[in-house]
């Protein structure tokens, strides 16, 4: 199937715009819409993403609670470096009512108005949301099993950043079935999403019940339909589930437009939001927002020349959802670059444990225990036993990290914040 699905909005060519005058002339009250290279409001004003990602929030990642600081055992069964496994190791530490106090604590106080009022006082004008499918389904996630858990979130992050301005871009980062096959989308090591048509159809209808209750919130920026599709690893059926791709992304856009045309819907490419050789029917929409993600690589534009081609080539807007993890030198050069070459960005993330983000926040006394068991060998219940540390100084532990993590006990990393071209105060 090969439509184009109208906006009813006349397309107008936009002037380049200083990032200070873009973020003067656009109106929050306005819906975003992809002009050719550019992002602008209904009035034509040129809007450059500029902002971080509120990662580890709705979507927990082990290193961001130092559990790559100890090397594992090797005979450890399981790596707790993505939520289930993280949840799985608490309960076996704790047990499962203490873990899901736990996850229903540290979702109130890991992100809260005070976040994000630091964050504008930045300068950003954007937040990216990664959330797991789970939150809008009745399965068991992070203490809860509300379906509705996903609006009421969100709800409260779009009343956090409505006096500030701030747009969001919502980012399903762990999609039914997983979309990646590793760790950061939360699943069973193999993208089954892209394979398994009643993980589709869940993918399908999530979205669509997405965008018919928030269709008419201009806050939000646009849908980014999956995270780092199809890691590079599945080297025999990569041609395969590449190929996959573009159908999934236009069937979930086309059920979207069916109760949504006034947001961008975002589309990443194959292998970690890297690979856009992958899409054909670049006119399927005419509000499409492509988004890539680079780490590692030289911090100029011969380190992103790949993603400024596409772009160029196909005369629609590029955006980078994720960047970071390095020295601040190399973050000041690399979004230098990325003003130069108009390609809005999103910082990853904004807090964590130690270092390398907007704020971070101290391990709490004792967290080495909790690190040493999450990296032991835990295969038997005999071996769960032999290396369980004591449950009463694992809770206190527990309860200092909910307490460390609020902002008021955050470090502001100002080095960090500054090199990156923002207010750092």
Known sequence: MSVLIGLGVALTSCNLLSKDEAKNQTNPQQFLRVDGVNIVDESGNKFFIEGTNLGNWLNPEGYMFGFNKIPRTPATPTDPNSQHWINEMFCQMVGPAHTAEFWHQF???????????????????????????????????????????????????????????????????????????????DSYGY???????????????????????????????????????IAHYFEEDLEMLNGQLEPLYMRATAAIREVDTNHIVLWGGAQWNGNFKVFSNIGFDSNILFTCHRYGQEASVNGIKDFIAFRDSVGIAMYMGETGHNTNEWLKNMTKVMREQNIGFTLWPYKKMYESSFVGFDAPENWELVQQFAAANRGTYAAIRAVRPDQQTALEAMKQLLENCKFEHCNKQLGYIEAAGFKAE
């Open 107 to 185: 979702k109130e106080n890991y992100i809260t108005r005070a976040d994000i009022d630091y964050l504008a006082s930045t300068g950003i004008n954007t937040l990216r949301l990664p959330f797991h499918y789970k939150l809008f389904t009745p399965d068991e996630y992070m203490g809860s099993n509300d379906e509705n858990e996903g609006f009421a979130r969100i709800d409260s992050l779009l009343a956090w950043c409505r006096p500030q301005g701030l747009r969001v871009i919502l980012d399903m980062h762990d999609a039914p079935g997983g979309q990646t096959g590793d760790n950061i989308d």
């Open 191 to 229: 993208p089954w999403l892209l394979v398994t048509e009643s993980c589709q159809q869940q993918f399908v209808d999530i979205w669509k019940r997405i965008a018919a209750y928030y269709c008419n919130e201009p806050l939000i920026l646009g849908y980014e339909l999956i995270n780092e599709p």
